[in-house]
């Protein structure tokens, strides 16, 4: 089975879903800068740590030369752009609507597979990509709110978010394995997408380790008697 992109073409497939992550979070910076009352510095400051701060993360771990993000010259832009957007116009109250919900899915999957994309680029195996694919997909926002004074939203009850961009990232993974890294792109933005909105609409969240344990088929029998 042969892949419809050359890798050339899977490059730049890979660079355009990640500069589409980088505007999209660097607009959520904005709204949550804007929410705090921040002045311009700290809208900047907030915009670029949530659009660039999972690429860069990754391009250390790699150690596979300077962080992209400082020697491709769209990426800063791309990020001041989104942030910048959200200075000039209040664009919080989409934030809570459908589009921007599909918006905020579709870029969980791109920069999950875009990580882990570049991660086999760089020569390593399976289990780096899906970790460094999730890591490029919640790392921004991660040290975003940490900055921000909060808990990351990935510890703390959001539906479904690191571990769909552990998904996609496998998902990429096999494609790639497979030698249909476009195919791999494509399926694990949908899935990654569709299993992240649905976790939206019907709040699923990983379990919590405090009053957590796992039941047994006699505590279910137990529970069905005290029911009836």
């Known amino acids: 089975m042969t892949d419809w992109l050359s890798p050339g073409g899977v490059a730049e497939v890979t660079r355009g879903l990640d500069l589409a992550g980088v505007f999209a979070n660097g607009l959520l910076g904005g709204v949550l800068a804007r929410e705090r ?11 670029v740590v949530s659009g660039l701060g999972g690429g860069i993360v990754r391009d250390v771990l790699l150690q596979h030369g300077t962080p ?7 990426y800063i832009p791309t990020a001041l752009f989104g942030t910048l957007l959200a200075f000039l116009f209040d664009v919080g109250k989409q934030t809570t609507r459908r589009p921007f919900n599909v918006l905020d899915a579709a870029v969980l999957s791109f920069w999950a597979v875009a990580g882990a994309q ?33 808990t990351p939203g990935i ?28 195919l791999g792109i494509l399926v694990g933005i949908a899935v990654g ?11 699923w969240v990983l379990p919590g380790g405090r009053n957590w344990k796992p039941r047994s088929g006699l505590d279910r029998i137990r529970r069905h008697g005290q029911d009836s």
């Open 37 to 47: 009352n921040f002045d311009l510095f700290g809208y900047l400051a907030i915009g």
């Open 118 to 150: 570049k991660t086999l680029d760089a020569g390593l195996g399976w289990l780096p990509a899906v970790l460094l694919g999730m890591i490029t997909a919640v790392g921004g926002g991660a040290v975003r709110d940490l900055l921000l004074g909060g």
């Open 68 to 74: 992209v993000a400082l020697t491709d010259y769209a």
């Open 155 to 182: 510890f703390s009850g959001n539906p479904l978010y690191a571990s769909v961009a552990l998904l996609v990232s496998a998902v990429l993974v096999i494609c790639a394995e497979l030698k249909v890294p476009t």
């Open 193 to 203: 997408t569709v299993l992240r909105l649905t976790a939206l609409r019907k709040s």
